[in-house]
Every structure is written in C-alpha cells, then in structure tokens.
C-alpha cells in the first residue's frame, strides 16, 4: 500500500522526498483522525489525503522556488532598491492612515491588522453591523485618495 501512495505522491511532485513526505504526512494525519474515519473509508481517505498533501507541497515548493529565484537572480543594487521602496510605501500608507479620523482608523486595525470580520468589529465596538462597513468604505476612499495625491518617486 505505502508504495502505491509513494507513486502517486511522486506522480503529483515529481520528487521523491517530497512524495515520501506527502505519505508520511497522511499516515500521520490517519493515525490521529483513526477513530473518527469509518474502516470501511479508510483506504480511500488515505488515497485522497495523499493526493492533497502532495498538491499542497508541490505548492510550497514551486512557490519557494520563484521566490528563492527572484533573490538569486537580481544584484544587490535591484534588492535594495526594491527594499527601500518597499519601506517608502509602508511609510506613506502609514501616514495617510494617521489622517483617518479616529473611528475610521479603529475599523481598518481591527479588519485588517487584527483581522475580524465586520460582525465581530461591530460586536467588539457595539455598534451596527452597517456603521462598521460604512466606516471601512470612508476610510478606503480617504485612504484612496491621501495615497494618489502622494508623489511617487
């Protein structure tokens, strides 16, 4: 059975460390839900939960890779430059948030720092679910427009 699933993995990865990973990961992850998967299932559930470990780390691996390529394949010059770049925005962006007014800028912290939903900010700050979203959209379009009127470089 093991090596039927390795050569599944590897049909999906290409790579046998990773396929062998992919396998490890399902036994691991049969062992601990063994009591909830029916005998009868537990082949099947094998099969799949193997087919989507090996999608997931084909994934990460492809992902990696670009991003260990885009270093390795710019000078030093060009990786800087977008780093300083990269800061000048987060300056800029937190700079036209110090403009919002202060009920504005609590909705942004809270969805997209904190990351609640709209339901949950307006519980958090008990006020209605449509005040929540409305504050977020004001604070989207003045942060919108702070953000053009900013000079690029």
Avoid at 78 to 89: C, G, H, K, Q, R
Avoid at 100 to 114: D, H, N, T, Y
């Amino acid at each position: 059975m093991r090596s039927k699933l390795l050569r599944l993995a590897w049909v999906i990865v290409r790579d046998w460390n990773l396929a062998a990973d992919a396998v490890q990961n399902s036994f691991l992850t049969l062992h601990q839900k063994w009591d909830q998967i029916l005998p009868e299932h537990r082949t099947g559930w094998l099969v799949k939960t193997v087919q989507y470990s090996a999608h997931n780390l084909r994934r990460s691996k492809s992902t990696s890779e670009r991003l260990a390529g885009d270093l390795f394949n710019r000078s030093p010059s060009e990786v800087d430059a977008d780093v300083s770049s990269e800061i000048e925005v987060e300056e800029q962006v937190q700079l036209a948030l110090q403009q919002l007014p202060l009920l504005q800028r609590q909705i942004v912290q809270l969805k997209l720092v904190e990351g609640l939903t709209f339901q949950q900010i307006s519980e958090q700050l008990s006020i209605p679910l449509g005040t929540a979203l409305s504050r977020m959209r004001l604070a989207l379009a003045k942060l919108r427009s702070v953000l053009k009127e900013t000079p690029n470089e």
